[in-house]
């Protein structure tokens, strides 16, 4: 019976994290973003993050989008320094059509650092999850 379910698999579907400058508190921080690369719509995105380790954990945060458009990003949040020494996952999962996608997203613990990448979409650098 199990062998018979189709787990579709996510492609071009992306979490980063980015370096911006805050403008407001004039400092650098990261943010995360959600990466749609696809020439699909996401429908109902729903992201649940949290960070831990052996001996920490973080509070859980839930967010949710209505819609994220083809080729497009949205924040999800921004992420303290304090919490970069952790693993940092996030659970994302979306319609396209009537089909539910979900996959785990995760940074590996002092992952996010300044030596950052090229991203699909953003026009800034930053480390994309794995």
Do not use: C
């Amino acid at each position: 019976m199990k062998k018979d379910i189709e787990i579709p698999e996510v492609k071009d579907v992306y979490v980063a994290a980015v370096r911006e400058f805050n403008e407001e508190f004039r400092a650098d921080e990261w943010n995360v973003y959600l990466i749609n690369d696809s020439n699909k719509e996401l429908e109902m995105v729903l992201i649940v993050s949290e960070g831990h380790d052996k001996k920490k954990k973080t509070s859980v945060m839930r967010h949710r989008l209505e819609r994220l458009p083809a080729k497009n990003f949205a924040k999800i949040e921004f992420i303290q320094d304090d919490v970069l020494s952790l693993n940092n996952e996030f659970k994302i999962s979306y319609f396209i059509g009537n089909q539910m996608l979900d996959k785990t997203f995760k940074f590996s613990k002092n992952s996010i650092k300044e030596s950052a990448l090229q991203i699909p979409i953003i026009p800034k650098k930053g480390i994309l999850a794995k």
